[in-house]
């Protein structure tokens, strides 16, 4: 089939439609604005609803109620969106219902500003509302990927019964990148026996995140904490570019990743050993794919669009044995590869310690 | 012996955690007598609040939702919009509905939403310990309002089913009251017609039910009905705000 | 080949659409190819711009920071990116709109009147594609071929009666940096 040209955000709402989700609630925010434009023309299409709602705690309360009737459903926003659904994430989390949330991260704190940044990490990757909870976190890189995953979103949501966040940035929304659709499938969506759907001659089902008796929030707690324990073990997803050999490995995502790809190049090219780990999925963080490089690997890296979070999971996974340094821009700034080399030059063969 | 008094299918078989004197055992009753008058429940789901009736889900027998404070309508519009040959309800305080949720419920009923909700306003915040609701009276005393309800510092009590009949979304709106006998009779007659409503998909429905709370209002039971009567119904007149002409 | 192409000018200009146009030719020739816009409030009113990188290999990075080819169709465009440029790249000015010279001497420049040849050419519309084909003939980013192909694909059938006059509107480009690079090399 042939390629075409498509914008990040239109990708993100031509995966969801392709990957069987037929409803969307959201609420107005830039900068993810041509996802909900794509999909309020393309749900109809294909016999889904698009609702724009009064506000982003409404939208994420709506996902609630669509995916404990049992529907593929998702939204998306961006930063100060984002915090405001946090209330209805944990529920979801708590009630163990699927869901898809997109956060275009966009330069905060407060209103910040609508330019490309990553500085949401934290708020991913750590549950980001009340309760001890996870969500599975999927960092695309190109349009193609997100497209490619989107699907596994949607999927890995059913599978754990967990919310799913697809995280990017203005950046990987904007651009536009040749992609392959491939064939569009019938998408069979697994049964749901849980959903509350009416009992229809069947046993009552509950959708809640109440355990009022200290004893069974603590086994409910337990339960989830299997589930994510499950996830870290099979799911850990990551991208290597360059490893072999590398001294200095890079850790960067998303755009920044991208960025980093450039600077290995550079450097290989210049003879640097410098390699790139590349997170796809944030949280579970990819602990799995630094045990083969963490031998030869005098130092890493980190580049990230904040003031530093992942680099937090990288020392967590290094966990002293090697140095940690960390490069970053923020506020909406992009890390500009030719700095990235200066910094790897200053690092490598370990004058930067 | 006929049987002449027997428990709603739709209610299930266990003791409440509601106080004495409480009028929540009321409505639930009456809801779930509509639901089984209308042969509706199995396909009826219900979304419980958070507030005193945060475990209605465990009193009905249907299908329920638990959602967080004052977003019911919300929760309710995702399912309804997913199943729109089920019905749905929304079982909400005054706390909930009428100061947390006002997004939620003003735009749920805007956009028209098929779905029906039971608004219990007993003008006070209950389950956390008697604060003022949006709904207390000026001079009402709360456990924040020791000195009564003040309109200087707080502004005035909320009417909910005057504020959302003017919306064109809205297709039945009722504001009744359970503190004697022929009000309760009233009351599950406006419950049934806001059902019967949502079955005909004419649109939004609301029933805004008075109640007591004799605990938090420091009041026994019987003196919390009177208060009822005399206080709350001269502010909140009862009556239908709102209904579609196809319905008597 | 690895070209990394900045388009700079005012919002209005079309320099987004001929951005994509070009990334679109690059898609159609099997090349990697992305497109990434100015971003930022900039994008409505002010300055727009958008980086295009064409290469036979995957692309690392989309962004466009130190492009290969500039083309600047407004002043403020040229101030602010010619500084950026890689040395040896190429910088093509739309002389029609801007008055000043590029002070770079280690990349190659070129002046074009786009507007005044669209013109001659019967709309000042395709001035853009002008510039365009200059960029083509001077760095075999795409072939004509293929930039005429893909205004089939992205045209409305309505708009096609356009595509002859963007071809010549290519080829006129291409023309004059053809003599101007003779001129040089005489």
Redesign the interface.
């Known amino acids: 089939m042939a ?1 075409i ?1 498509m914008k990040g955000n239109e990708a993100i709402g031509e995966g969801a439609v392709r990957a069987g989700c037929r409803y969307f609630f959201g609420y107005p925010i830039t ?1 993810q604005s041509e996802l909900p434009h794509y999909l309020a023309k393309r749900l109809p299409e294909v016999g889904g609803l698009y609702l724009q709602s009064e506000s982003e705690t409404a939208a994420i309360n709506m996902v609630y109620g669509a995916a404990g009737a049992g529907a593929r459903v998702m939204t998306s926003s961006s930063g100060p969106g984002i915090s405001l659904m946090q209330e209805g994430i944990s529920y979801l989390a708590g009630a163990e219902l699927p869901c898809v949330i997109v956060n275009m991260i966009r330069g905060g704190p407060g209103l910040g ?4 940044a990553q500085s949401d990490y934290f708020q991913a990757t750590r549950g980001g509302g009340h309760g001890d909870y996870r969500v599975i976190v999927l960092a695309p890189a190109s349009v193609q990927e997100i497209i490619d995953l989107m699907q596994v979103a949607f999927d890995l949501a059913d599978r754990y019964r967990n919310p799913v966040m697809v995280a990017g940035d ?2 990987l929304g ?5 992609v392959e659709l491939g064939e569009e499938k019938e998408i069979e969506i697994p049964p749901r026996p849980w959903a509350a759907t009416g009992r229809m001659g069947g046993d009552k089902k509950l959708i809640s995140s109440l355990y009022i008796v200290p004893e069974e929030l603590e086994q409910h707690n337990l339960k989830l904490a299997q589930k994510y324990t499950l996830i870290i073990e099979q799911e850990q997803r990551w991208e290597e570019y360059q490893l072999a050999g590398a001294k200095l490995v890079l850790v960067a995502f998303g ?1 920044a990743a ?5 600077v ?2 550079r450097c290989r090219e210049e003879g640097l050993a410098v390699g790139l780990i590349r997170p796809i999925t944030l949280w579970p963080f990819p602990q799995k794919a630094f045990a083969p490089v963490i031998n030869e690997a005098e130092g890493f890296l980190v580049v990230e669009m904040s003031l530093g979070q992942m680099v937090e999971d990288v020392r967590l996974t290094v966990n002293g044995r090697r140095p940690v340094y960390f490069y970053g821009r923020c506020g ?1 700034m ?1 890390p ?3 700095d990235v080399v200066r910094e790897v030059k200053k690092l490598y063969g370990g004058e930067g310690q | 012996m006929q049987k002449v008094f027997t428990r709603p299918r739709s209610l299930k078989d266990i003791p409440t955690h509601y106080c004495p004197g409480c009028t929540h055992g009321i409505v639930h009753r009456l809801v779930a007598e509509v639901i089984d008058e209308l042969d509706i429940f199995d396909r009826t789901i219900g979304v419980a609040p958070v507030g005193c009736s945060v475990f209605a889900y465990n009193y009905f027998d249907c299908d329920m939702f638990q959602a967080s404070h004052g977003r019911a309508p919300a929760v309710a519009t995702g399912i309804k919009r997913v199943l729109p040959d089920r019905v749905v309800f929304t079982y909400q305080g005054d706390g909930d509905l009428a100061a947390i949720g006002t997004g939620e419920i003003v735009h749920a009923a805007a956009r028209g939403e098929k779905f029906t909700v039971i608004f219990i306003n007993n003008a006070i915040y209950a389950m956390t310990g008697g604060q003022m609701a949006p709904t207390t009276l000026l001079g009402q005393k709360t456990t924040t309002t020791p000195y009564g309800r003040d309109k200087e510092v707080n502004g005035y009590p909320v009417k909910i089913a005057e504020m959302l009949s003017v919306l064109d979304g809205t297709a039945y709106v009722a504001r009744v009251s359970v503190h004697d006998p022929a009000s309760v009779v009233k009351a599950k007659k406006a419950i049934k017609r806001a059902f019967e409503v949502q079955l005909a998909g004419l649109g939004f429905s609301l029933v805004e039910v008075l109640s007591a709370c004799p605990t938090n209002w420091g009041l026994p039971p019987v003196e919390a009905l009177k208060w009822l009567a005399e206080n709350m119904i001269p502010y909140y007149p009862l009556g239908e705000y709102k209904k579609p002409a196809e319905v008597g | 080949m690895y070209q990394a192409i900045l388009i700079a000018g005012f919002g209005g200009q079309g320099v987004l659409s001929t951005g ?1 146009l070009l ?2 030719a690059g ?1 159609l020739e099997g090349k ?6 100015s ?3 900039e994008m409505r009113g002010g300055t727009a711009n958008c980086g295009v990188t064409i290469s036979d290999y995957p ?5 466009v ?2 492009p290969t080819s500039l083309i600047v169709m407004n002043r403020p465009s040229l101030e602010k990116f010619e500084g950026s440029v890689v040395p040896g790249g190429l910088i093509l000015v739309n002389s029609s709109l801007i008055d000043i010279k590029a002070t770079r001497k280690d990349v190659r420049v070129y002046y074009i009147p786009a507007n005044e040849l669209a013109e001659e050419l019967g709309s000042s519309k395709v001035a853009n594609n002008v510039i365009l084909g200059a960029l083509l003939e001077l760095t075999g980013v795409v072939t004509p071929d293929a930039v005429e192909k893909s205004l089939r694909e992205v045209l409305p059938p309505h708009r096609h009666d356009m595509i002859p006059l963007n071809r010549r509107a290519l080829e006129a480009g291409a023309a004059l940096v053809h003599r101007s690079a003779a001129a040089r090399a005489g």
């Not at chain 1, 991208?258 to 450039?262: D, F, H, L, Y």
């Open positions: 390629k040209l900068p500003n609508i330019a490309p203005g950046i904007q651009m536009m990148e040749p755009t991208r960025i980093c790809k450039a290995v190049d909406g992009l500009v590869a030719a | 994509q990334a679109y898609m990697h190819v992305s497109w990434i816009p971003y930022g409030p692309i690392s990075s989309p962004v920071t130190e």
